[in-house]
Structures are given as C-alpha cells and as structure tokens.
C-alpha cells in the first residue's frame, strides 16, 4: 500500500481517538482511506474532515487537552498555517500527532516531494522556546510504524510529535506489515495515564486547566524551565538513527527520508567502483543524532548531506563534527528528486575530483 | 533476481494500474516490491509513468535513473526514456502512434501491436493488460496466476467479474511476442 495509507490504518491500529484534517497534495490519501475505512463504526474512532487546517490543528488541542489520542496530517502550506496551534499544544504539554507529507515550497509551491521543512520542524517553527520530537520515515513500513511509536513519544513526554515524510514516501506503495489492533483507551486508562486531563472533575479531584497562558512571569518561566528539562530528558533517551557501511568508509553521506534510500543506492554503486562510503540516517531529526554523526566522521575525508531543499540538516551535521571535516551539500529543489548517480556525481566533485 | 521497470505513457492508458498490478502480483510471489508514480495533475491525456522494482533482496532507491526493462505507450516517453534502458535491457514498445521507433541496437526492442489487438478484442479498457502480457513473456518475474491473484487484490470487488478478460488480454499478449 502507498505509505499515506498505511498512516492512515495504523492510526486506526494504534486505537487513536481522533483524526481532524483537510485535504492537501501529497497527503490526502490519509483522510481519504479513514473516510473510506469508517473506524467510527469499528473501534469508535473520529475522523473528521475540517473546514481548514487551522481548525484541524485546534480540534486536535481540543481532543488533546481531554487525553484522547488525536493526530492531524497535512502537506507543507497546510502545516504553516497549523504552527499557531502546534506552538499552543506545546506550550499547554499535550500530546499529539501530527504528519507532515513535504512538497516544495516555499509558498503554495509544487506538489511534489521536498525536505524544505526540516527547520520547521526541527526549529520550532511557531513561536516560543519549543521542539517537536521529530521521526522522518524512510519506508512505508516506518509510516505505519511511526505512528504507534508517535503517540507513545508524545504521551510518555506530553509532548506533540511530528512524523515528517516527503512526496515520494506518501505517495510510493511497497510491502508493509500492519501492526495489530488495539483497544482504544478506556475512559478510566485516560484518567489514570493523563492524570492532567480535563475529563469532567468528580468528586475531590483538583480542578484541571489546560491552557498556555501565563501572565506571572516568574511562573511563565518555571513552565519553561520545565520544557526545557523535557527536551533534555528527550535528547537523552531517544535519539534514533540507522548508520550502513561506516566502519571502513573514507566519506560520508548524510540524509534522512526516501532521500537516504537514494543515497543508500548511490553507495552500493560506488562500492562497486571501488569508493567507500558511509551513511548515517538521522530517524529522530529532533533530538538529532549529534554523536552517532561525529563517531562515524572520525576517519573520514569528507561529508556530503544530502537532502531535497537548499540545505538545512546540513547545519545541524556541521555542528556534529564542529567543521573538522569538510561537509557539503547536495540538493535538488521546487520538487526535483536526485538519483542515484547525481548523487555519487555530487559526491565525486566535492571530494574526489575536485 | 532484481528488475528495474518504468512504464511510461499517457494518463488515462492505464500505466498505473499496470504497474499497481504488477507490484501486486509480485507481493502475492514473495517478491520485495516498491511502486513509485510520477504524481501530479496529470489525469488522462498528460503523460504519466511508474517506477516498479521487484527484488528478491529488501530494495533501496525507489527512485531510478536507469532501467532494466521499458515499457513504452507513447512518443514523449520513448523519448525520454529509450536512452535510460541499461545495455542488454528490453524496451517493450506499442509503435501504435509512435512516428520514431526506437534505434538502439544494444537493447533487445520488442514492438507489440497492443492497440490493435484491443481493437481487435473489443475491449479498450484491457488494452495495458496487454502490454503486461508482453512484459510477462520478455520478463518472466512473475508467473501469470500471481498476476490473476494480483488482479484480485488490485481492483475493487465490482469489476472482479472481469478478470477472465484481463487474463485472456494478458495471454494475448504473452502471444503477440515473437
């Protein structure tokens, strides 16, 4: 299936509560298949088509702030005119889901695939000190794995988390193997997983509110300091990547998304000639692989990022390895994918025939 | 085993599907398989393809820029494509509105007279089951009972009922391949 179904079954898989969204290119196969797979008279589960994206981002708040499990998915303009709400969700600790499905930009720019969100969504992207966890898939099975490992993140760090895909992985079909279905929480399971939740006060419990204002600096800033101790607590515990062929490689490429298969191709092909390469995949884009990007630099000549956008990961790989090894980008835009051999060309340019 | 196929014509003949089906049948085989479309707003009349790999190993770019096998429904797609087809590769090719044919020699060119034989069958609609037919024959990844099996899985439960004729088109063009 492509991999914006298996987003979709795996939503229903998951046992999410909610799904709120509007239909954008690459990704509206999402609202499409939950329309069509009608969870609503299966496991109870909500799909509603909104009248705009601010309004899907603002429902999923809603359902948030209750301790549902809610998810909203869109394409890059769609997930501009959600920062208000994302930045609302951080700053008021909920979890949530939201899926990103890049196409080039900027503005309404082109249906197809980009990357061009990755300081978006790696850099905050609304205002105010806040991150996303931020989980790029490579293949459609990582689609549907995403979401499960999505939710969890987000409720285990009442945080909203991003899956960040492109065109090419929403849009491509291959062999995936769907997780079982689970329950949907009980309304007990919420009260006792998300003790912060407003589920209508009964008895003596404390009055639960969910809101990001504070007018009390000194306590707007304790709140801060408190998310910021969850970043660190996040950048501890869960950063994730894939690393192919390092331990002999004299380079290095660096890509995340469809776009490191690609890569991973270009390698195979250079081995062949002889050219020993290495790939490390950022999986988390946010807590960022900083160390893994660094150990597998340590003998190498040169680091190519490659991604579809002018160069933006490519920030955050030169803080790994602190400019001691020469890294360069390569980069299509406006919806052009590389090939294997732009690639390897790109490669050999920078570092070899230069 | 590995191939690396783009199918290339006009929307609305059916390139997608064809490849859709044949990653199906692939699936159905045990085969690892990635289907990539060239998306877009282009409905029947513009041009259309899709990058198919079957593998028996897990498969990495899904994005291409040369091929094992072509097949061809259109000039534009010729063009673009006839000079991506990997040395020893097979470029299948329905010269049907096609006023250049195909001039490598280190290739193995196959021309099928897909349209004509739809025409001939008086069924339009399976006129890419044909040309699937004559990938099956230069190609054979898949036997035709995982593409039948395929077809199941591809198409809606309503047209099920034709299936018969998309496999006697399939056979068809097994046969139109000298």
């Given at each position: 299936?492509?991999?914006?179904?298996?987003?979709?079954?795996?939503?229903?898989?998951?046992?999410?509560?909610?799904?709120?969204?509007?239909?954008?290119?690459?990704?509206?196969?999402?609202?499409?298949?939950?329309?069509?797979?009608?969870?609503?008279?299966?496991?109870?589960?909500?799909?509603?088509?909104?009248?705009?994206?601010?309004?899907?981002?603002?429902?999923?708040?809603?359902?948030?702030?209750?301790?549902?499990?809610?998810?909203?998915?869109?394409?890059?303009?769609?997930?501009?005119?959600?920062?208000?709400?994302?930045?609302?969700?951080?700053?008021?600790?909920?979890?949530?889901?939201?899926?990103?499905?890049?196409?080039?930009?900027?503005?309404?720019?082109?249906?197809?695939?980009?990357?061009?969100?990755?300081f978006q969504a790696t850099k905050g992207g609304g205002h105010g000190d806040y991150h996303l966890i931020v989980l790029a898939p490579s293949t459609v099975q990582e689609m549907a794995d995403f979401v499960a490992l999505g939710f969890d993140l987000a409720f285990k760090y009442r945080t909203p988390s991003m899956i960040l895909a492109d065109g090419i992985v929403g849009q491509m079909m291959e062999k995936?193997?769907?997780?079982?279905?689970?329950?949907?929480?009980?309304?007990?399971?919420?009260?006792?997983?998300?003790?912060?939740?407003?589920?209508?006060?009964?008895?003596?419990?404390?009055?639960?509110?969910?809101?990001?204002?504070?007018?009390?600096?000194?306590?707007?800033?304790?709140?801060?300091?408190?998310?910021?101790?969850?970043?660190?607590?996040?950048?501890?515990?869960?950063?994730?990547?894939?690393?192919?062929?390092?331990?002999?490689?004299?380079?290095?490429?660096?890509?995340?998304?469809?776009?490191?298969?690609?890569?991973?191709?270009?390698?195979?092909?250079?081995r062949k000639e002889g050219i020993k390469i290495g790939l490390v995949r950022p999986i988390t884009l946010w807590p960022f692989p900083f160390d893994a990007i660094r150990e597998a630099a340590r003998n190498v000549k040169g680091i190519l990022c490659v991604e579809i956008n002018a160069g933006q990961m490519i920030e955050d790989v030169r803080l790994a390895v602190s400019d001691r090894v020469p890294v360069?980008?390569?980069?299509?835009?406006?919806?052009?994918?590389?090939?294997?051999?732009?690639?390897?060309?790109?490669?050999?340019?920078?570092?070899?025939?230069? | 085993?590995?191939?690396?196929?783009?199918?290339?014509?006009?929307?609305?003949?059916?390139?997608?599907?064809?490849?859709?089906?044949?990653?199906?049948?692939?699936?159905?085989?045990?085969?690892?398989?990635?289907?990539?479309?060239?998306?877009?707003?282009?409905?029947?009349?513009?041009?259309?393809?899709?990058?198919?790999?079957?593998?028996?190993?897990?498969?990495?770019?899904?994005?291409?820029?040369?091929?094992?096998?072509?097949?061809?429904?259109?000039?534009?797609?010729?063009?673009?494509?006839?000079?991506?087809?990997?040395?020893?590769?097979?470029?299948?090719?329905?010269?049907?509105?096609?006023?250049?044919?195909?001039?490598?020699?280190?290739?193995?060119?196959?021309?099928?007279?897909?349209?004509?034989?739809?025409?001939?069958?008086?069924?339009?609609?399976?006129?890419?089951?044909?040309?699937?037919?004559?990938?099956?024959?230069?190609?054979?990844?898949?036997?035709?009972?995982?593409?039948?099996?395929?077809?199941?899985?591809?198409?809606?439960?309503?047209?099920?009922?034709?299936?018969?004729?998309?496999?006697?088109?399939?056979?068809?063009?097994?046969?139109?391949?000298?």
């Amino acid at each position: 299936m492509k991999g914006n179904e298996a987003i979709a079954h795996a939503a229903i898989r998951y046992g999410a509560d909610g799904y709120f969204g509007y239909p954008i290119t690459p990704q509206s196969e999402v609202l499409e298949t939950l329309e069509a797979l009608m969870p609503w008279e299966t496991t109870g589960m909500v799909v509603l088509q909104a009248e705009s994206e601010v309004s899907s981002i603002n429902m999923v708040y809603g359902g948030a702030a209750t301790g549902k499990a809610v998810m909203t998915s869109s394409s890059s303009p769609g997930v501009s005119l959600m920062q208000e709400g994302i930045s609302y969700l951080a700053a008021s600790e909920l979890p949530a889901l939201i899926v990103n499905v890049m196409r080039g930009g900027p503005g309404l720019g082109t249906i197809h695939p980009s990357q061009s969100d990755y300081f978006q969504a790696t850099k905050g992207g609304g205002h105010g000190d806040y991150h996303l966890i931020v989980l790029a898939p490579s293949t459609v099975q990582e689609m549907a794995d995403f979401v499960a490992l999505g939710f969890d993140l987000a409720f285990k760090y009442r945080t909203p988390s991003m899956i960040l895909a492109d065109g090419i992985v929403g849009q491509m079909m291959e062999k995936v193997v769907l997780p079982p279905q689970r329950p949907r929480r009980t309304a007990e399971q919420i009260k006792e997983q998300c003790p912060w939740a407003v589920t209508g006060r009964e008895g003596s419990r404390k009055r639960n509110v969910v809101t990001s204002l504070e007018l009390d600096s000194a306590v707007m800033e304790k709140n801060n300091e408190r998310f910021q101790r969850t970043y660190r607590e996040i950048e501890k515990n869960e950063v994730r990547y894939e690393a192919r062929y390092t331990e002999d490689a004299d380079y290095l490429i660096v890509a995340f998304g469809s776009i490191a298969r690609i890569c991973l191709k270009a390698i195979e092909d250079a081995r062949k000639e002889g050219i020993k390469i290495g790939l490390v995949r950022p999986i988390t884009l946010w807590p960022f692989p900083f160390d893994a990007i660094r150990e597998a630099a340590r003998n190498v000549k040169g680091i190519l990022c490659v991604e579809i956008n002018a160069g933006q990961m490519i920030e955050d790989v030169r803080l790994a390895v602190s400019d001691r090894v020469p890294v360069c980008h390569f980069g299509r835009m406006g919806g052009i994918v590389p090939n294997p051999q732009e690639v390897l060309d790109a490669l050999k340019k920078d570092f070899i025939n230069k | 085993m590995k191939d690396e196929i783009i199918i290339a014509g006009f929307g609305g003949q059916g390139v997608l599907s064809m490849g859709k089906i044949l990653a199906y049948a692939a699936l159905e085989n045990n085969l690892e398989v990635t289907w990539m479309p060239s998306y877009g707003p282009e409905q029947r009349g513009g041009t259309a393809n899709v990058t198919v790999i079957l593998s028996d190993e897990p498969i990495s770019s899904p994005v291409l820029d040369t091929y094992d096998t072509a097949v061809i429904l259109n000039q534009q797609s010729l063009d673009k494509f006839e000079g991506k087809v990997k040395p020893g590769g097979v470029l299948i090719y329905d010269p049907y509105g096609i006023h250049r044919a195909p001039t490598r020699t280190d290739i193995t060119v196959v021309s099928v007279d897909a349209m004509e034989a739809t025409i001939e069958m008086g069924q339009a609609k399976s006129y890419n089951m044909i040309l699937l037919g004559a990938l099956l024959k230069m190609r054979p990844d898949v036997p035709v009972e995982a593409v039948v099996r395929g077809l199941k899985k591809a198409l809606p439960e309503r047209h099920h009922h034709l299936i018969p004729v998309n496999e006697a088109a399939i056979r068809r063009g097994m046969d139109l391949v000298k």
